[in-house]
């Protein structure tokens, strides 16, 4: 397929609204693909040019792209800079610059989706003291060759930032159509693979291995996730529940396999080097091979620590020896995916469970398995009075489901009214925080994944925080405009508020009353920010209560 295909499909996908339209236009494109094109293809429309699983990066930020760009259409870096600070949109910018483009070019080379792909992953795998440079004569060498339209999407697949309405939802109903596979059987290859353009690569050769999909080792899958809920209503619902700690630490899966280990955080990012500790501990405590769920929290003086205290030592990389003489990590697992190649994930929680508990010798979370909710809500009370956030209420009929937010596992915890946004834009701040980001402009997402404004925070903040901000959206500025600075949609704040108000000042619909900042979320991911459907539940059940 030539590259300037996949930029014309991008393009008509962006003008049309409707996901049911955006699914039927892949669908019929998919069949015509290779097979090697189809997980490409598959990959790029959702701006991923590695699977989800996979923690590896183009390492290409806006600033090469400016320079990048700056030699393709023989202008000054200041000219180009200048150009996206007007416009805000790169791709679009990358277009019409392309389109005016002084230099002609000798000769032009009809770019292809799988050479575009190859040199993304050359560009990955490049590293050592030249590898700035070589990323840069690569995206060179394909913004030289492109078409203003492919250098919209070129831009945007560079920034891995596509963002033309493709969810998951939307390329799983695709697959679904395409190969005449359920809709279930996609969902559930999907959980387990982490990958769609493995799942659209199956679904085309061979479907029958969809439904018999296994969990790899060191290829993490997404974590299951808990709502809010009540212990009577879980009681009354469905009898017998495991109850267990919700520890306030940080979420990891630790894959065992062949005598190697690796560690994952939330976001799937691989933190083997950051966690030396806990993943000899786990290591040492079983001799199987494992893929398994887990929590780890810090403790100081014999006491758990907050959340922060952790993030700080796993941002601290490169500082690991000292951060581990002051707290010591302890795991605590309470699930189990995969045992000695074999995926568990269809079991039953209780036979999980069971599973775990003969292959681990240590670090088992303890649980209370009880019918009766008054036994529950005591167990709740001494949970929060060591040091826990509250429980987790667990189905024990319930299978593992990767990446799944539903009611078969619920979290109970005091009642706060925080929501989890990501940060798009910034305004520099006034006086002496002159040179620190002052208020942070926040996102939602609607069920494509597409982010809608919906509040400024500025309160909240002190000063320290203040600088790490900085320090962390230095690096992320794709545009800046009178004191106003767009990043790349990345860091999730979690933020507190009074009250929600519709809003016609903002995208989303609504904005936040008082909103406050309440902390750094950096083990989530801007898949995982607030949703606009979930939002407008928050919104009846707040008017229901008044
Ligand atoms: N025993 C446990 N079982 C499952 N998850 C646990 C447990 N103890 C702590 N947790 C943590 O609780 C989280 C589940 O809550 P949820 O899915 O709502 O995530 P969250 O959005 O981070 O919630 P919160 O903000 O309440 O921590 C898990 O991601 C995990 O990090």
């Known amino acids: 397929m030539q590259f300037v295909e996949f930029a014309e499909i991008c393009n008509t996908i962006e003008g049309t609204s409707s996901r049911l339209a955006t699914a039927d236009i892949l669908a019929e494109k998919f069949p015509l693909l290779t097979e090697e094109e189809l997980p490409v293809f598959v990959r790029f429309m959702r701006g991923r040019l590695f699977p989800d699983w996979s923690s590896e990066k183009l390492g290409f930020g806006p600033n090469l792209l400016y320079d990048a760009l700056a030699y393709v259409i023989g202008k000054k870096r200041s000219y180009v800079v200048s150009a996206?600070?007007?416009?805000?949109?790169?791709?679009?910018?990358?277009?019409?610059?392309?389109?005016?483009?002084?230099?002609?070019?000798?000769?032009?080379?009809?770019?292809?989706?799988?050479?575009?792909?190859?040199?993304?992953?050359?560009?990955?795998?490049?590293?050592?003291?030249?590898?700035?440079?070589?990323?840069?004569?690569?995206?060179?060498?394909?913004?030289?060759?492109?078409?203003?339209?492919?250098?919209?999407?070129?831009?945007r697949l560079m920034l891995e930032e596509m963002r033309i309405g493709v969810g998951e939802g939307v390329v799983k109903d695709a697959v679904s159509k395409a190969f005449g596979v359920p809709s279930d059987i996609v969902e559930h290859a999907h959980q387990a693979l982490n990958d769609l353009g493995e799942v659209a690569f199956l679904a085309k050769t061979d479907p029958s291995r969809l439904s018999?999909?296994?969990?790899?080792?060191?290829?993490?899958?997404?974590?299951?996730?808990?709502?809010?809920?009540?212990?009577?209503?879980?009681?009354?619902t469905h009898g017998t529940l495991a109850a267990e700690n919700k520890y306030d630490g940080s979420r990891f899966q630790f894959h065992k396999s062949g005598g190697k280990c690796a560690i994952y955080s939330r976001r799937l990012e691989e933190m083997t080097a950051s966690l030396p500790d806990v993943v000899k501990m786990l290591d040492k405590a079983t001799d199987h091979d494992v893929i398994i769920d887990g929590e780890v929290i810090a403790i100081m003086n014999g006491k758990p620590m907050p959340f922060q205290t952790i993030l700080r030592r796993i941002r601290r990389k490169h500082d690991v020896g000292d951060a581990q003489e002051a707290i010591t990590l302890l795991p605590w697992v309470f699930d189990i995916?995969?045992?000695?190649?074999?995926?568990?994930?269809?079991?039953?929680?209780?036979?999980?469970?069971?599973?775990?508990?003969?292959?681990?010798?240590?670090?088992?979370?303890?649980?209370?398995v009880?019918?009766?909710?008054?036994?529950?809500?005591?167990?709740?009370?001494?949970?929060?009075?060591?040091?826990?956030e509250g429980i987790m209420l667990k189905v024990?009929?319930?299978?593992?489901?990767?990446?799944?937010?539903?009611?078969?596992?619920?979290?109970?915890?005091p009642e706060v009214d925080t929501i989890d946004l990501v940060v798009t834009a910034a305004e520099w701040g006034e006086g002496k925080r002159a040179k620190m980001f002052g208020s942070f402009l926040l996102a939602c997402q609607d069920e494509n994944g597409d982010l809608l404004e919906i509040s400024r925070v500025a309160t909240g903040i002190d000063d320290s925080m203040l600088s790490t901000l900085y320090d962390l959206f230095k690096d992320k500025i794709i545009a800046e405009k009178g004191k106003t600075v767009t990043f790349e949609p990345d860091v999730v704040f979690e933020v507190g508020y009074a009250e929600l108000q519709k809003s016609t000042n903002y995208e989303a619909g609504y904005a936040l009353r008082f909103p406050r900042f309440v902390r750094l979320r950096d083990d989530k991911d801007v898949s995982e920010i607030e949703t606009l459907e979930s939002l407008t539940r928050r919104y009846s059940l707040q008017n229901k209560e008044e």
Do not use: C
């Open 84 to 155: 996206i600070n007007n416009a805000g949109d790169i791709g679009k910018v990358v277009e019409s610059l392309i389109e005016k483009r002084e230099q002609t070019m000798f000769f032009s080379e009809e770019l292809d989706l799988l050479d575009v792909n190859a040199r993304f992953l050359q560009m990955a795998k490049s590293s050592g003291r030249r590898s700035q440079q070589e990323r840069l004569r690569s995206a060179q060498y394909l913004l030289s060759n492109a078409t203003p339209l492919e250098g919209r999407y070129l831009a």
């Open 396 to 413: 024990l009929d319930s299978p593992y489901l990767p990446g799944n937010r539903g009611k078969l596992w619920i979290k109970i915890k």
């Open 212 to 236: 018999n999909v296994h969990i790899t080792a060191f290829r993490p899958v997404k974590m299951m996730l808990a709502q809010q809920g009540s212990i009577t209503s879980m009681v009354e």
């Open 337 to 368: 995916l995969a045992a000695d190649g074999e995926t568990l994930i269809d079991l039953p929680f209780r036979e999980r469970r069971k599973i775990l508990e003969s292959v681990m010798n240590a670090y088992v979370a303890p649980q209370l």
């Open 370 to 388: 009880s019918d009766s909710a008054e036994e529950i809500e005591a167990y709740y009370h001494s949970s929060l009075d060591n040091g826990n």
